[in-house]
């Protein structure tokens, strides 16, 4: 019994087109991983996954909010949850984040010991030892900063204590909202340095 040559050819022509396909679809899955505002981009020196999730060494994640200004969240590993029913959206959890992002007066920098991004709630939270540092020189230190993904808008739980050129201010909380750069500071106690910085 013969076979038809053509239709053979015709059938392997079709099976390359559909592995071509497959191909382009891993990748676009690859690409909008995180969501479809934040490009997941791997600088990794190794990636594995195990019943806990995926493991992803020297990762970056760069976005935008939803007024358009990006933010980098950069850590030195993450590791993205499987998803379950106690957690069905997924989160990535963090060692030694480090969050940068563009204010009015220039670039703020938050960072801390550790930290998770929840992506479907447009949350990233930096722990313990947790700072936020802007270009002026003032630096802000609370146990715990949540960074709304969405609005742009830091928020350290205190106890916080923001050092800087002008003085120190000892709070309960503080919120630093992106669309205005303004800073409010709760149960706030400030100690203003003297002139000539003495």
Known sequence: ?????????????????????????LVAVVVFWSDTKSLFTKQLTSITADDTGVHIVGSLIRGTDDKGRPYTLRAETMVQSQPDANDPAQHITMQQPRLQLAAHRGNLRAT?????????????????????????????AAPLIIFNTKSGDLEAQGPVKATGPSGTINAAHLIWQAEDDKQIFTDALMTLRPKGGQ
């Open 1 to 25: 019994m013969t076979t038809d040559p053509y239709s053979h050819s015709r059938r392997v022509a079709m099976y390359r087109r559909l592995a071509l396909a497959m191909a382009l679809a």
């Open 112 to 140: 801390g010991d550790s930290g998770v991004l929840e992506q479907a709630k447009d949350i990233a939270t930096l722990r313990d030892n947790g700072h936020i540092i802007d270009d002026e020189g003032n630096d802000i």
